[in-house]
């Protein structure tokens, strides 16, 4: 069974997440809704990442014979001005997108299984996630015209 493999992706591209939620967070202080807004988000990713652990104690996690292909590698450092701001929450994007889709992989194979445990688990944590999707989406379509229309 390859679901370890899985489990232990989206455990780190959870901690991946969370990490650039706070990056952002401190990156972009000055933006009140993106400073709080992403300190909460970030809180989720632990969230989600502390539900996993029941499910990794009974399936395991691999990660040495994980493809490298399958990573999500958090964000390093936080962009400056407008411009900055949305490449910073583009980047949030498919790092959480990233995380979205593990999760809807990570779900077929709880349904295969039968394990309704890993489905609640599942089910609450992708609706979190893709709630998370669309703020960023709201977000970046927010900020957009100001970055790259008007000159700083």
Not at 16 to 41: K, M, N, T, W
Not at 70 to 87: K, P, Q, V
Request: aromatic residues 6%.
């Amino acid at each position: 069974m390859k679901l370890s493999i899985y489990l232990g992706l989206l455990e780190r591209a959870e901690s991946a997440l969370a990490r650039s939620f706070r990056q952002v967070s401190d990156g972009h202080s000055a933006e009140p809704d993106i400073h709080y807004l992403c300190r909460v988000l970030a809180s989720q990713c632990d969230e989600h990442e502390e539900a996993l652990k029941p499910v990794v104690d009974r399936y395991g996690e691999q990660g040495d014979d994980e493809p490298d292909e399958l990573h999500a590698d958090a964000m390093s450092e936080t962009r400056n001005g407008a411009l900055g701001l949305i490449r910073d929450l583009q980047d949030l994007y498919l790092l959480a997108n990233f995380v979205k889709v593990t999760w809807m992989m990570v779900k077929q194979a709880a349904l295969g299984l039968r394990d309704d445990e890993l489905i609640d688990i599942v089910n609450e944590c992708e609706s979190q996630t893709v709630v998370q999707v669309s703020w960023l989406t709201t977000r970046m379509k927010q900020a957009a015209p100001q970055a790259l229309i008007v000159a700083e």
